[in-house]
């Protein structure tokens, strides 16, 4: 067990609907980082926040947003959903967002678009 | 842009064998890290490396950092049934934060007993 929560576990939803994803990081640990995993594109990251703050940004679409509230748990927001966002959505934290902070991913959330 | 290229994309070994894995890039990577990831779970670190020529195990694993800083290996010997999963190399990208990982596509293992 990594320490990392994500709920849902599994989200089916319909084109252009709006989901939140949950994660909540492992106790201590002020970074939070959200990655999608696909057949075709693989482990890729979205985004980081570090202690409410957004850090970097990766590949993440206009239409997804993410937050990181004060109790450090954050939400990753999918809105107009498209069928080619089916994917798993993985949440991971860290100590810091620096050199030798190892990142501990949770089970991850399974998203179905229809 | 930096990209990760993980070979063979699959292995089928016999329980006992030992296993050899790699990972290139044309970009130059500050530190390699080894994931593994079993069916309907996340990602989990198997071992880091910061150091170019950095030999580190963990059991039955051990994985080098290349002298070139392009290129790393994952060594597993005598393999088990649990070791069945997918391995992924990662390194963060350069100008990034330690976590803004770039992940190569994998590495299958199937077990035989």
């Known amino acids: 067990d990594s320490g990392v929560t994500q709920t849902p576990k599994h989200l089916i939803t319909a084109t252009g609907q709006r989901v939140t994803l949950r994660c909540s990081p492992r106790s201590g640990d002020l970074s939070v980082y959200w990655y999608q995993q696909s057949l075709d594109q693989g482990l890729q990251f979205l985004i980081q926040y570090y202690n409410g703050e957004e850090r970097a940004k990766g590949n993440i679409l206009e239409r997804f947003s993410a937050q990181q509230f004060p109790d450090l748990h954050s939400e990753l927001n999918l809105s107009s959903l498209e069928l080619g966002d089916s994917a798993l959505y993985f949440c991971?934290?860290?100590?810091?967002?620096?050199?030798?902070?190892?990142?501990?991913f949770g089970n991850g959330t399974r998203l179905t678009v229809t | 842009g930096q990209q990760l290229n993980q070979s063979p994309q699959s292995m089928f070994i016999q329980e006992g064998e030992d296993v050899s894995m790699n990972c290139t890039s044309s970009s130059i990577f500050n530190t390699w890290l080894w994931y593994k990831q079993d069916p309907g779970e996340g990602p989990v670190l198997l071992i880091a490396?910061?150091?170019?020529?950095e030999l580190t195990s963990n059991g039955r694993l051990t994985a080098q950092f290349g002298i070139t800083r392009k290129d790393s290996f994952l060594n597993i010997s005598a393999s088990i049934p649990s070791d069945v999963g997918i391995y992924f190399c990662?390194?963060?990208?350069?100008?990034?934060?330690?976590?803004?990982?770039?992940f190569g596509k994998g590495t299958k293992l199937s077990v035989k007993p």
């Open positions: 991971a934290s860290s100590p810091g967002g620096g050199p030798g902070s190892p990142l501990h």
């Open positions: 990662a390194g963060p990208v350069i100008g990034g934060s330690q976590g803004n990982l770039i």
């Open positions: 490396l910061y150091k170019a020529g």
